[in-house]
């Protein structure tokens, strides 16, 4: 199975390629994401940077998340969109979740909402995880980084020519 850095190496050489740069906001990971893509090749270039938005309160005041439970779909949508808009970069993914051990808003440990905000559009999904804490932060890593890489490719799909 691959793994979050091979994926990001991936990212690395498609965004590069298309000129596309890539966002974080994150909340259960703590930066693991940011440092995921950062540590991919020519970071410098395609990479704008990560928010951690550990706390509901910063959630809410710097990436606009309503007034909502924090491990939602409204939520996530808010952080990519956040993000994206703060760092002005082309595409941003979000992930917010509970990591357990224990639950969090309602939300069993091993439920993460991602979300992903280009210019088209935003859309958000849910997966639940199983095992530990750290099983879950990876899972989660992983997820973001496959997911943010099929979007580039589609980015980069669009803006190749004819």
Known sequence: MPHADD??????ELAKQSEI???VAESLTSGRLS???GAAPDSSVWFRGGLVAYSSEVKRSVLGVPDVPVVSRPAAEAMATGVRDLLKSVVAVAVTGAGGPDPQ???PPGSVWFAIATEHDVRAWHHQFDGEPKDVLDQTVACA???LLDT???LHARRAPG
């Open 35 to 37: 440092a995921t893509l």
């Open 145 to 147: 980084s496959e997911s």
């Open 152 to 154: 580039v490719r589609a």
């Open 21 to 23: 740069t890539v966002a």
């Open 105 to 107: 808003d309602g939300q």
């Open 7 to 12: 994926y990001a190496h991936e990212l690395a």
